[in-house]
């Protein structure tokens, strides 16, 4: 069912769309490039901090775009046990970036 693919796609990226609290050190400690889904949809409006968007993306091709978003999942990959939700989670996240892309480019 579509509503059901949705739905599990949202569930994927909602764990993405913010990076984790300053509270969590030990993130900020082991992952040296922390990105988010938000972050990497800001650079590709061109805003930086809280300025306004410029409009003109920081991605000047597909690869630098893909490359952004691939920490996504490595960044979880590297901080979390293998096997842990959030690390085949992370898993799942990375076979969805791709696959669209893939399919943009061609």
Avoid at 4 to 29: A, H, M, Q, V
Avoid at 42 to 63: C, S, V, Y
Wanted: glycine residues 6%; proline residues 6%; contains cysteine.
């Amino acid at each position: 069912c579509a509503s059901s693919n949705k739905r599990r796609g949202l569930l994927i990226y909602t764990p993405f769309g913010n990076l984790p609290t300053r509270k969590l050190e030990d993130y900020y400690n082991v992952i040296r490039h922390p990105v988010s889904l938000k972050s990497v949809a800001k650079r590709a409006r061109g805003q930086h901090g809280r300025a306004p968007p410029t409009g003109n993306t920081d991605f000047k091709t597909w690869d630098m775009f893909e490359e952004e978003a691939s920490f996504i999942w490595r960044n979880a990959h590297d901080y979390n046990e293998d096997g842990s939700d959030m690390y085949n989670l992370a898993s799942e996240f990375k076979v969805s970036q791709f696959a669209p892309t893939a399919e943009i480019k061609d």
